[in-house]
């Protein structure tokens, strides 16, 4: 088993990563110091709770943890103030109190939506994250929880750190091929970020990644983590560094936005989002090569580097506008400087984006 | 202008309480450092904009300052979360940004909804408090924001601290006398758990209060405000002390979900609770006589003190039992030990709280 501490000061917390860990889950909630007087809520989806719900229902009743469960929609529809309510009628209904906490199991979605739940309910009660996707290695770690407002994503949310984050390897090797390559975008996006030597190890190591071995997946996850929880423990609420995470997220998003939430999953649009600011990086005469650099690294995983044609550019450019990241009006990106290292640039010229929109269409043929 | 300073480290904030602020309110602004580049949302009800929302807007606007303006009703029912949805579309659409903030002029109601706005949108924004009730200088100093659930009140909710309140007494001239004494029951309830002279002040006032005399409201505010920060600053998140400032809530909270949330103003719903906790105390064989002391208080502000026959008792006992201050299952209450003092008491029977709700209807005629 291996763990990472994400370092919070009182909001700190573990991260435990490793094989067999959900039939142990109520161990950790022991160890952890929650209250077996006191319902819990799960929650899951439709997709993961035939997997998995029974067999941490089984771990937690057996130690006499009482449980409301509460399973919404697979996939991003869920992340809506509606289905929200939902669940904080179950909470209600179900007699959750302060000493009660909101158990994520299943993907980003799934704890994003019961993080924002654990965020509000009674103004905030405990949190614990069991991601069952490789996605949510990302989403696990930093506290950022949300619902999705229509006319943007995770636009109403809170920080929300959980107790700790159980990552049991096991539920992952029933993810589809599209979902695992999907979930490798945010791994291989760490290293683009800050460690250019894991960037090119999860290029050499792509086979056994995209066929789940558990050893491949545990050191990636594991460092991974590490890297976010190293930028977020130097800004837990995204004032300056944190904004490097967002390396291929203002595209990413623009590109889920304009898709409908749910024709891309979130890795595949910011792994064009990550082609388009390697693009960007070479326009901006930063590094040569990068682009090619990145897409060879993103292909490699299975990932999708080219913008569909069918995504409108003024619509994109409206999706990018209502972007959280865009401050009194002026365009920001995270763009490269080389495998693993980024800036956040300021200032950039809407009509530059447009072009790397436009160059994005055909692969980046059109760039120099 | 007096001044109260609320103590919360990193998240402390003034309190300026004064005749004429309003028409002041970009200097304070620009002093806590607001951005004029970044769109700032005033959120407020269709009874108080007509007679104060030229005033704030002529200040900020002649100071540069951009408005997005959000009307909502007056009244409780605008606490729900699809109020909440329409002032967060306002928002995304006004293109608030993380520099913006969220100024709430109204009461109880539009600072909570508009504070859960604040705490919310994009994972939180500034929040400023400019309170047009006296009922407001309770909600105004703490941080608590909520939204209601149809099953149960405050159920949604975070706390956010404001930059600064800015409470111009001016504005209170305008209010019905109906709210004037809903408001005075939080401010004689400040006297009630911590201050016996100021409870009695309250009381020798009542008739300078009920008139609205602006010497004896600002005093009266101060000392309120004052008394409550005192708490705050102790227990920021409601972890123990800060419960206290419950009293009368937990009956008061039960008459208004039963009552509908309209029916009863909060204060007057909070009168009554007062007066059931002053019961409850003298069954508990607390200090003997203070059930008479306490309604001469309460029926001196012309707030009411009987339980309304139509409100069943059972539905009472049922809300009761969603309320936030129940753990695990057992019953806690705010008791009165003598005027000024109280203590929270764990373990009360059911049947007792039973036996008080019927006393409560009879003017607690059936007590010893």
Redesign the interface.
């Known amino acids: 088993m291996r763990s990472v501490h994400v370092e919070l000061g009182e909001r700190s917390y573990p991260i435990y990563i490793g094989s067999g860990l959900l039939p142990q889950a109520a161990a950790y909630l022991i160890k952890h110091g929650l ?1 077996v ?2 319902p819990h809520l799960v929650v899951t989806d439709d997709k993961v709770a035939p997997y998995h719900l029974e067999t941490l229902k089984s771990s937690l009743q057996a130690a006499g943890f009482r449980l409301v469960i509460s399973i919404v929609k697979s996939g991003e529809g869920s992340k809506s ?1 509606s289905v ?2 939902n669940v ?2 179950d909470a ?2 179900g ?1 959750l ?3 009660s906490s909101v158990i994520a199991l299943g993907g980003g979605v799934v704890g994003d939506l019961a993080g924002f739940v654990a ?6 009660i405990s949190f614990i994250q069991m991601p069952t996707t490789i996605l949510a290695h990302d989403s696990s770690v930093g506290g ?1 929880v ?1 619902v999705n ?4 994503k995770n ?5 929300h750190q959980p107790e700790f984050v159980l990552y049991d390897l096991d539920t992952l090797t029933t993810l589809p091929p599209r979902e695992v390559s999907a979930g490798l975008a945010e791994m291989v996006k760490h290293g683009l970020i800050k460690d250019e030597a894991f960037a090119y190890w999860c290029k050499d190591h792509a086979g056994e990644l995209l066929a789940l071995d558990l050893d491949a997946l545990g050191y990636g996850l594991e460092r991974g983590v590490s890297i976010k929880a190293d930028v977020v423990s130097q800004d837990e ?2 004032g300056g560094l944190r904004a490097i995470l967002n390396l291929g997220h203002t595209i990413g998003h623009a590109i889920e936005a304009v898709g409908g939430y749910g024709e891309f999953l979130h890795g595949e649009a910011i792994s064009i989002g990550m082609a388009g600011s390697a693009l960007l990086a070479e326009a901006l005469g930063r590094k040569k090569g990068i682009y090619a650099e990145t897409i060879a690294m993103l292909t490699a995983l299975n990932l999708p580097v080219i913008l569909p044609e069918h995504l409108d550019e003024d619509d994109l450019m409206e999706a990018m506008m ?1 972007d ?1 990241k ?4 002026t365009m920001v990106f995270v763009v490269p400087d080389s495998i693993g290292s980024v800036s956040i640039v300021k200032d950039i010229p809407q009509q530059l984006v447009r072009d790397i929109l436009k160059q994005l269409r055909k692969g980046g043929e059109a760039h120099v």
């Open positions: 209250s007087k006191s103030l929200f309510e904080m009628t209600i209904q007699g109190d302060r000493n965020a509000t309910y009674m103004r905030g950022k949300a407002h229509l006319l943007a636009m109403i949310g809170a920080f609420r995204e209502h959280k865009f401050k009194e009006g």
